[in-house]
């Protein structure tokens, strides 16, 4: 028989088994929850290492270039060098300012601690930039290096430095008409400066070529020394003659290059603050003047190159011309007849009138423009203006025009009309790069004739030769035979012509039997040197042409000659 279990051992087996079952059940449930519990503390150190690792590559990460905007950064540009290599104008490296909102922990503060260094900052404008979201805003551009120190020396975070180039001009204003300006960004916008961005430059830095170091510098013709007397002498004159405006051009008589080229009030390229105001235009080339008497040397070398009129004619000047309802008369008449070199140098208007309607209307105008003065002129610098003239040329049109009223033209288109009556005939656009005299040959044009050239030359000479009693004398300089025409134009104002208010000026050559060079000067509404003279061109314009002569001449290899005097300068009389 098998053994009987009692019934007690088998309800404590069946307790023990369900004491197994259910701890089994609570070690099964233990683990499910510690799993998960793990898996959340895992998940959550997972989120705070991936945001923890990002900071510390934040913090780390060098700041990135690509966040000043490309087309702001500054590229570089070739120097300019006056013709004997001096430098007038090239880079210098300089900081800029900028700053990161994003890093500016306080705006006010950072604001007010930057006024201590840049104290016309304004606070409204920087205020609007440094409260965006931003990565990037410029606040000042091209600091020096006392302002850079200075701002570093403040530690606000949030604010750093670019460097950039600067263009900086060691002459200051000295030729700033010519030289012209560049913008913020190094590039150029007005004079040779944009004349050269406009011959490639600007491609070169649109691509990145336009690397330092690699850019040839630009050589001009113009002479720094020269230029520097130009200007000297222009200041001077206004206020010892207390004008308002005066300009000067020197011009070489062979190859058209122009050697100085001022026009005061100018500007400093390096601080332009006031390049746009309506005083400082550069009058040289960018205005039009009625040029007064100066245009009674082109009436004289049209009427005798016309054939029509001969160096030994004469005209009669005792009486007014009456024309329209207008009166033609001398400002110092000598009412009698005059020869044609007596006509220019005492500077009649009967005279150089009455020489003008031999050759006729259509003859002069065709004149005046074949030498240059009624188109506008060609050349390198951008601001040049257009002549002005007639609608339609009558009588009257042409005998005014004849002494200087009628066509406006600038100073230096009439400087260079003028280098072609004294050169032998040649006319050439004028240039402020070197040009040899084979080059200007090659694109001159002939005309007037070489013996109307010396005709012209020999009455520039006794013009200014002491003892004639010609407007010319006070430009005379002692060795260089300085030949010339005074031109003193009356100026319209209120529509109408007033004898208190002139434009005068004065064209020289020198040496006057083969000119080298050419100089104009102008100087706008002067008053008189001293109580009891006058303030025509002879008094005024005519020294300062031989004062600049006088300081140059030699600087430039001109020779003085003390053998023979000009004045008996070989002139077919014929």
Do not use: C
Not at 427 to 450: G, H, K
Request: glycine fraction near 10%; aromatic fraction near 6%.
């Amino acid at each position: 028989m098998g053994e009987q279990v009692d019934g007690s051992d088998t309800l404590a087996v069946r307790t023990g088994a369900a004491t197994i079952v259910m701890d089994g059940a609570r070690k099964a449930r233990g683990g499910r929850a510690q799993n998960r519990v793990i898996m959340a503390m895992a998940v959550v150190f997972g989120v705070y290492a991936a945001i923890g690792g990002r900071l510390v590559q934040l913090a780390i990460q060098d700041e990135p270039e690509a966040r000043v905007p490309a087309a702001r950064i500054t590229a570089s540009r070739p120097d300019l060098v006056d013709r004997n290599g001096e430098v007038l104008a090239t880079d210098i490296k300089t900081a800029s300012l900028f700053a990161e909102p994003r890093r500016i922990v306080d705006i006010d503060e950072a604001i007010e601690k930057l006024s201590t260094v840049l104290p016309d900052l304004n606070y409204e404008q920087t205020y609007r930039r440094l409260d965006s979201d931003a990565g990037f805003v410029w606040l000042r551009r091209q600091l020096t290096p006392r302002q850079q120190a200075d701002i570093l020396a403040l530690g606000v975070p949030g604010l750093g430095f670019r460097a950039e180039k600067r263009r900086f001009y060691p002459g200051g204003p000295t030729a700033s008409h010519i030289l012209g300006l560049v913008n913020i960004d190094n590039k150029g916008i007005a004079g040779i400066e944009k004349f050269v961005d406009d011959q490639g430059l600007a491609d070169l830095q649109a691509t990145g070529l336009a690397v330092e170091g690699h850019l040839e510098p630009v050589r001009l013709s113009i002479d720094l020394r020269v230029q520097h007397v130009i200007r000297d002498e222009l200041a001077q004159a206004m206020e010892r003659y207390r004008a308002v405006a005066a300009g000067a051009v020197m011009v070489n008589a062979h190859t058209g290059e122009i050697l100085g080229m001022a026009s005061l009030p100018d500007y400093d390229p390096n601080n332009p603050v006031n390049a746009l105001d309506k005083d400082r235009l550069n009058r040289a080339s960018a205005g039009v003047f009625e040029m007064g008497s100066t245009f009674k040397l082109f009436t004289t070398a049209m009427a005798l190159d016309s054939g029509r009129v001969k160096i030994t004619d004469s005209f009669d000047a005792t009486r007014p011309i009456r024309i329209g309802g207008f009166t033609i008369n001398d400002f110092h008449g000598k009412r009698r007849v005059l020869s044609v070199p007596e006509i220019f140098i005492y500077s009649s208007n009967i005279g150089t009138a009455k020489m003008a309607d031999a050759v006729g209307i259509e003859g002069h105008r065709a004149f005046l423009k074949k030498v240059g003065l009624l188109d506008r002129l060609k050349t390198e610098l951008p601001e040049v203006a257009m002549p002005t003239e007639p609608k339609e040329w009558k009588k009257i049109n042409s005998i005014t025009i004849a002494y200087g009223h009628g066509v406006a033209t600038t100073p230096l288109q009439t400087a260079m009309a003028a280098v072609a009556m004294v050169n032998g005939g040649k006319l050439f656009p004028p240039t402020f790069l070197p040009r040899s005299q084979a080059e200007a040959d090659e694109i001159a044009e002939q005309v007037i004739s070489p013996k109307t050239s010396a005709q012209v030359r020999y009455l520039f000479r006794r013009n200014v030769e002491k003892g004639t009693g010609g407007s010319g004398s006070r430009a005379d300089v002692e060795g260089y035979f300085v030949g010339g025409k005074t031109g003193t134009a009356e100026k319209v104002v209120n529509g109408r012509y007033s004898n208190s208010s002139r434009f005068n000026a004065f064209i020289g050559a020198f040496p006057a039997d083969n000119p080298d060079y050419v100089v104009l000067v102008f100087i706008d509404e002067p008053k008189p040197e001293r109580e009891g003279i006058g303030a025509t061109a002879g008094l005024n314009a005519a020294p300062m042409v031989g004062n600049i002569i006088r300081r140059t001449a030699a600087l430039l290899g001109v020779k003085p000659e003390f053998s023979h005097e000009s004045g008996a300068l070989l002139v077919s009389q014929q």
